[in-house]
């Protein structure tokens, strides 16, 4: 461990998992981590920022000295940088430092994509009454045929520069272009237009798909989706309602987001039955959940302030009952495209993939990531790079 504190060290480490894609240094995570030592949130925070506006100053005075190629290093590492330093300040009501520090975070990304000799266009997915911001990362080839192209969907914290970094420079190294964007519940979307997360995402995808589909590079018969974390459920709940997806990836695949929620209130002294809807517990083993939760610093943060802020609820019962509404129990089987899925054995998110496996009806691909590969936690964070180079691999199959 690097951070002394659990929460802290946990959102660290998708820093770490970064570093092969042009994120950050080890060396300077590490220092950071040295200088918030016992410290709390506004030392996290404070740390962070210093090293972002380091990076910041670095970038001006590689550009004022006619070197973009290390501009653009510095400003990604800037964005990487900032993006952490609010995540454990999630929750409403908003903290100012969380919106200031988001948009520091998508100002030095935006600079560092128009520097890159593959430059990533801004787009506007018209959704609802407004827009979700998104960014095409195209293929890094010179030749101007249309090329297959990835969405990418992020579950319940990712913002789009972690998208970026977590896939999208592998697959634009492979010859695919790419789509990063913020739905309803993520980054901007959420911060800025105070948009929560839905079900549907049927209806998010398909707003975004209708732009990929028009662009002039892009092969409209040739658009995959790829959701990781919460994404394993979103994109193929996604998948089941848009025909017009030729493939879907699920990082780790999930039938219902709500079965670890009902596994703990089984713990908690409840039947399978009388766990079935969680909106609807009993107060007592309610209280006690929320008890637990409370007390465990990590837990508190993903359901007291990620979560109640994600689902635009305020209380437990709320929340959970808003998590049931995410299932694929009705729909998994309309799934149609080529689906992948994966399952890293030391993540407890993943532990239903092999279900959402057995439940599908399409053609379908299993991966298995182990802990002596370095890929056995969470969406396989110690080794991305195995993870994108076999997914990827799976894509070439497929469309190449």
Not at 81 to 106: E, I, N, S, T
Not at 115 to 144: C, N, Q, S
Not at 145 to 153: D, K, Q, S, Y
Not at 226 to 250: D, V
Request: one cysteine or more; glycine letters at 10%; aromatic letters at 10%.
């Amino acid at each position: 461990m690097l951070f002394q504190d659990p929460l802290h060290e946990q959102l660290a480490g998708w820093t770490l998992a970064f570093l092969p894609y042009g994120a950050a240094d080890h060396g300077v995570v590490a220092h950071i981590a040295g200088t918030v030592g016992d410290g709390g949130d506004d030392a996290f925070y404070d740390a962070w920022t210093a090293a972002g506006a380091r990076r910041m100053e670095e970038a001006r005075a590689a550009l004022a000295h006619g070197h973009p190629d290390s501009a653009r290093e510095a400003l990604l590492h800037a964005a990487t940088y900032y993006g952490k330093a609010y995540h454990p300040l999630y929750g409403a009501p908003v903290d100012p430092r969380l919106l200031a520090g988001a948009r520091r975070q998508y100002d030095a990304f935006q600079q560092a994509l128009a520097l890159d000799e593959f430059p990533g266009m801004r787009l506007e997915i018209p959704f609802e009454d407004g827009a979700l911001p998104a960014w095409l990362i195209p293929a890094r080839v010179h030749d101007k045929a249309r090329r297959p192209l990835v969405i990418f969907t992020n579950g319940y914290d990712a913002t789009v520069p972690d998208a970026y970094f977590g896939a999208a420079v592998a697959a634009s190294k492979r010859g695919y272009h790419g789509i990063v964007f913020d739905g309803p519940g993520q980054g901007m979307a959420l911060f800025e237009q105070g948009l929560h997360l839905r079900p549907d995402w049927e209806t998010v995808v398909r707003a975004v798909f209708d732009v990929a589909q028009g662009l002039s590079s892009v092969d409209p018969e040739r658009i995959a989706l790829y959701g990781w974390s919460l994404g394993g459920y979103l994109a193929p709940r996604a998948a089941a309602h848009e025909p017009r997806l030729a493939a879907c990836i699920a990082d780790p695949g999930r039938i219902a987001v709500a079965d670890g929620f009902r596994a703990a209130a089984i713990r908690f002294g409840l039947d399978p039955a009388q766990a079935r809807d969680l909106g609807a517990l009993p107060d007592a083993v309610l209280a006690r959940m929320e008890q637990a939760f409370m007390h465990d610093r990590v837990r508190r943060w993903s359901v007291a302030g990620r979560g109640y802020w994600v689902h635009g609820v305020d209380n437990l019962r709320d929340y959970l009952a808003s998590v049931e509404r995410f299932t694929l129990a009705d729909s998994i089987k309309r799934i149609r495209c080529p689906t992948l899925v994966t399952r890293a054995e030391d993540d407890p998110l993943a532990d239903g993939a092999q279900a959402f496996y057995d439940g599908l009806d399409c053609p379908k691909t299993l991966l298995r990531f182990s802990a002596q590969d370095a890929a056995g936690g969470h969406c396989e964070m110690g080794n991305r790079s195995l993870l994108n180079r076999r997914v990827l691999d799976w894509l070439d199959e497929l469309f190449i």
